[in-house]
Structure formats: C-alpha cells, structure tokens
T-cell receptor, first 110, second 113 residues
Framework: EDQVTQSPEALRLQEGESSSLNCSYT??????LFWYRQDPGKGPEFLFT???AGEEKEKERLKATLTKKESFLHITAPKPEDSATYLC???????????FGTGTRLKVLA | NAGVTQTPKFQVLKTGQSMTLQCAQD?????MSWYRQDPGMGLRLIHY???????DQGEVPNGYNVSRSTTEDFPLRLLSAAPSQTSVYFC????????????FGPGTRLTVT
C-alpha cells in the first residue's frame, strides 16, 4: 500500500536555528514528490517538486532533497514567518492520485 | 486570474441534508481534485478528474458525488450529510495529471449537526 509518513509531528525552533523535516514514502514507482506549506485557515501552497533520487531544489531558506526512500526539507536560519505546517505528498506510478502525509507543524520563535 | 475559487467558505448542515460545494478554476487546468482535511489525518483524496467528462474515486469517496461537465468547474455533492462529514474541504487543480504541482482553493469549512 502506498504510504507517506512525516516526522516530527511538531517542531519548535529558535530564530536562526536550522533543522530538517523528514518525509518517508513507500510507493510502487514514484512519479513525483511534492512539498507544500499551509498557513492556518488557508489552502496548501506549493513549494517544490522532486522527481528522482539525488535531486535538490532551493528557495530562499528552504532546500528539498530526495532519496529512494525519503525526502528532507532543510530550513536554514529560519525566521518567525516560516512558521506553518509543511506537507509532503507523492504521486505513485500507474495512478493519478496524490497521497499526503499528515504534516509537520513548525513554530519559529523570535 | 482568480486561481481556484471555492464557495461557500462556511456551511452548517443538518444530518440528512444535501448540498453542493462549488469549485472553479480559471487556469485551463485539466486535473482537478477534492480533498478533506481532518485533524491528525492530513489531506485525503475524495474524487479527482483528469479532464472534462472524466472522474474517478480517491481514497474516501463514500457519500460524495462529482461531475465534470466543463474544464473550469468541479462541484462536490454531499448526498445525505452525516456528522462524519464534518471537515474542511479543499479543491485543487493542476496543469495535467502527470505529476504537476496542485493549486489549492481557500477551503470550505463544513459542520454537520
């Protein structure tokens, strides 16, 4: 069964304290792995797509990486405005469905 | 360019009532989908469509119907509302079914009493 697991469930960081969020997946052939950011009361907002192991993408303080079993979202020197829930999703081969993890709630303290 | 719009933003239903959640996109996207989001459960796919006239079931389709008569619109119908359908519903669209990023609407918060 295709599955996505995110850890930790919640993370509190001091401003400037770098860390990583994990997304491990079990799918029968990965078509794409996606990271989204969700602010309270809003819909998810797209961050990155990764398609193959070894691929990396960067945007401001965020960097996403992908291996054959997991993806990491690295946050470098976070700021309070980076506080949000970060969601990981995959699309498996042979299907047009997207499977989401339960997310990591990130709180960055000033 | 409004992106993905959803109406209503909030809705309260009594058990057994029916209603339609509206979703529209103005980006000429082929792929559209409906999710529900419950605390601790993440986003779960209800139904999706890869183009006008084509729909398929997701992970949690029971109690919901969809149709896609135009590229722009993808309404979600609750046939007979149940308290278990209390949730936040998100509509999303993407360029095609082939692993493109999804754009999400602002959501509809539904309470069934």
């Amino acid at each position: 069964e295709d599955q996505v697991t995110q850890s930790p469930e919640a993370l509190r960081l001091q401003e400037g304290e770098s860390s990583s969020l994990n997304c491990s997946y079990t799918v029968s052939g990965l078509r794409g792995l996606f990271w989204y950011r969700q602010d309270p009361g809003k819909g998810p907002e797209f961050l990155f797509t990764l398609y193959s192991a070894g691929e990396e993408k960067e945007k401001e303080r965020l960097k996403a990486t992908l291996t054959k079993k997991e993806s990491f979202l690295h946050i470098t020197a976070p700021k309070p405005e980076d506080s949000a829930t970060y969601l990981c999703a995959v699309q498996a081969g042979g299907t047009y469905k997207y499977i989401f993890g339960t997310g990591t709630r990130l709180k960055v303290l000033a | 360019n409004a992106g993905v719009t959803q109406t209503p933003k909030f809705q309260v239903l009594k058990t057994g009532q029916s209603m339609t959640l509206q979703c529209a996109q103005d980006m000429n996207h082929e792929y559209m989908s409906w999710y529900r989001q419950d605390p601790g459960m993440g986003l779960r796919l209800i139904h999706y469509s890869v183009g006008a006239g084509i729909t398929d079931q997701g992970e949690v389709p029971n109690g919901y119907n969809v149709s896609r008569s135009t590229t722009e619109d993808f309404p979600l119908r609750l046939l007979s509302a149940a308290p278990s359908q209390t949730s936040v519903y998100f509509c999303a669209s993407s360029y095609s079914q082939d692993s493109y990023e999804q754009y999400f609407g602002p959501g509809t918060r539904l309470t069934v009493t």
